[in-house]
């Protein structure tokens, strides 16, 4: 008994203190389970999901800015799009990407964080490399306008910057795949291309600088000569030239600040031959830093380009009056007693049950992953849907709050976005939960199914590629909203509808399965009870049992949601339908606090997990 005692207590040690290393590919993964790797892992992981959202939404409305906006129709403008869309990717493909990276790293899953590390790895060369050649590629397009004059608009042409944008597109592809082949010789690459970009940006800005700076020095002269020379068309042509050389600057001198602290962990990583505990740390929050550039980059341009700003103003609905619309949103600022009564209430709600939500998840998040026995593929589902119940506390709840706030202290102009963020992230989680729950019945049904063959088939690097097509999925399936208005209501129909088939036929299978093994334990043999697929069945009976309490809590929070939706489809945005949608939405974030108590009632190890937590054990 004692030399078991021991034994437990070492392998809690090496779970806890041991770092290991695995090459993969061209880099080296490092699985650090000290205390400090953890805490940087959750920080980032949250970081990096909140900012996915804002940064999709940002790029997505500047994209659709320039695509409405017909002053905006113009080869310069192409490239400023080609930039907008590289950072969507960023948000769209490379933070989900780093998140479902650092899952792996928490569940301590090797191989799978392997796999998604060189995926992350591999889109994030490929946008910064796209990003920082698009950036020159706009210095040197604004440079030419100054220079050939007249000319411009005949060699610069929509045609010729699309196949520039292509070849772009391909050159970073086809630089950042080298590195396959090339390892470690690989770093001159980036470094040559980065010094070549970085010089051509640099020397087109001040280029345009001195042409503007020279232009203005002679407007100034007492002289009506150089006015009689330059018209006024080719003046103001020249300052704009001089405003669009400094939104560059901005947007150069944001990607600079972003970028060089990753610079220089990896140079400084070059010198010391490898990643220490506390470089690993420094690169995680650096990277972080790379991905908030993307979401910075559509701030620089409406704060710097007035058309962009009206089309984005026009898309959201900003006005200064209280009558105004917030692009495909239905707006009622009624300021009644109950609509105030109301709003109140949810403000107050949504607060004290964020902070018990985020506290719930957080605590399952941790115990999934200071919990060896607890690291299998199922249980990365599970923790799917925990993160996205967190980011409901995290995000939905806080903006809610906030949108709310704004209405009652009548900040129309911050009312609109805060309200857009909501809805787009409460779209995003929620559909991201429904989906990991129907995952969750197909998973099991699967175990018993396969029965041996299930752990050759489900692994966990499929279970990880299914949870980021889930959120690839969702998050795609809110943003396409902006293009769809009309229709785009028949997209979640759809999935809610497909969803709520495949969850219930999955438990209605595995109740089937385990009726039919346990009338024949009954008739024929009562020792069956032994045999491992019994034990099987009758555990994954159990866990059909809990994925109907999660999904029958998920329908009673949703369906009064869902029934509110259909009676604002044949009346309008009255005062009593926006009531109404202040209880239902605060209803629909209470059911991501009630589900962590669910797999705590319901799955014994996790339930030993938070308690072991919660009273300073080790689990």
């Known amino acids: 008994m004692v030399d078991q005692q021991r034994i437990r207590l070492l392998l809690d040690f090496v779970f806890t203190m041991s770092v290991t290393r695995k090459t993969c590919l061209f880099f080296d993964i490092i699985l650090d389970n000290s205390k400090e790797a953890f805490i940087t892992n959750i920080v980032t992981s949250i970081l990096n999901a909140v900012f996915s959202v804002l940064t999709c939404f940002g790029n997505a409305v500047v ?19 080609c930039l907008a869309f590289s950072d969507l990717l960023v948000g769209l493909v490379c933070q989900p990407l780093f998140v479902g990276y650092k899952m792996t790293q928490l569940l301590g899953k090797i191989d799978a964080s392997c796999v998604v590390a060189t995926l992350n790895d591999i889109a994030g060369y490929i946008t910064s490399g796209a990003s920082l050649l698009t950036l020159a590629a706009v210095s040197i397009d604004r440079l030419l306008s100054l220079i050939l004059h007249l000319r411009y608009h005949a060699i610069v042409t929509v045609r010729r910057v699309l196949q520039s944008v292509f ?11 080298l590195k ?4 470690e010789d690989w770093i001159f690459v980036p470094v040559i291309l980065g010094l070549i970009t ?5 020397f087109s800005t001040l280029k345009i600088f001195q042409i503007a700076r020279k232009h203005q020095r002679r407007i100034a002269q007492p002289s009506r000569s150089y006015s009689n020379n330059l018209p ?56 972080t830093a790379v991905f908030i550039n993307s979401f910075l980059n ?12 009206r089309a984005v103003k026009s898309i959201l609905g900003l006005r200064e009056t209280i009558h105004f619309s917030c692009s495909f949103l239905t707006i009622n600022l009624d300021k009644t007693r109950e609509v105030l009564i109301t709003n109140v209430i949810a403000c107050v709600l949504n607060t004290l049950f964020s902070l018990m939500t985020c506290f719930g998840n957080s605590l399952v998040v941790y115990a999934i992953h200071k919990s060896s026995y607890l690291h299998s593929p199922s249980v990365v589902l599970l923790c799917c849907l925990a993160v996205s119940d967190l980011l409901v506390g995290a995000i939905c709840q806080p903006f809610f709050v906030a949108y709310k706030v704004a209405e009652l202290v009548n900040n129309f102009s911050a009312y609109c976005p805060l309200k857009m963020i909501q809805y787009m992230s409460g779209w995003i989680t929620g559909g991201v939960s429904f989906l990991s729950l129907a995952l969750i019945a197909i998973d099991r049904l699967l ?18 590629e299914a949870v980021l097509t889930v959120w690839f999925v969702c998050i795609a399936g809110a943003t396409s909203k902006f293009y769809f208005q009309s229709i785009w209501i028949a997209l979640p129909s759809t999935v809610l509808l497909v969803t709520c088939l495949v969850t219930a036929l999955c438990a209605w299978k595995i109740f089937h399965i385990a009726r039919k093994h346990q009338r024949q334990i009954n008739s024929q043999n009562i020792h069956a009870l032994r045999k491992p697929d019994t034990v099987n069945i009758l555990k994954c009976k159990k866990s059909a049992v809990t994925v109907l309490f999660l999904y029958g809590l998920f329908l009673i929070f949703y369906l009064p949601l869902f029934a509110t939706m259909v009676v604002n489809a044949f009346v309008d945005y009255t005062r009593e339908v926006k009531i109404a949608y202040n209880f239902v939405s605060t209803a629909i974030y209470i059911n991501s606090f009630l589900n962590p108590l669910v ?21």
């Open 447 to 464: 175990m018993l199914k396969f029965h041996l063959r299930y752990n050759s088939i489900v692994t966990l690097p499929r279970v990880v």
């Open 180 to 183: 396959i082949w090339l390892h």
């Open 599 to 619: 797999y705590c009632w319901r799955m014994r190890e996790i339930r030993q997990a938070v308690k072991a937590i919660l009273s300073k054990k080790t689990p």
């Open 167 to 177: 070849l772009l597109w391909v050159f970073a592809i086809i630089s950042t795949m």
């Open 198 to 202: 970085l010089s051509a940006i640099t």
């Open 63 to 81: 994209l659709r800015a320039l695509q409405k906006a017909r002053a905006l129709h113009s080869p310069s403008s192409i490239m400023l799009c």
């Open 298 to 309: 559509p701030i620089v341009y409406c704060w710097r380009i007035r058309e962009i700003r």
């Open 232 to 287: 006024r068309r080719e003046i103001e042509k020249v300052l704009k030239c001089r405003k669009s050389a400094m939104t560059i600057v901005y947007v150069y001198g944001l990607f600079l600040l972003c970028f060089l602290p990753m610079w220089v962990t990896i140079a400084v990583a070059a010198f010391a031959n490898g990643y220490t505990r506390k470089l690993t740390i420094v690169y995680n929050y650096a990277s």
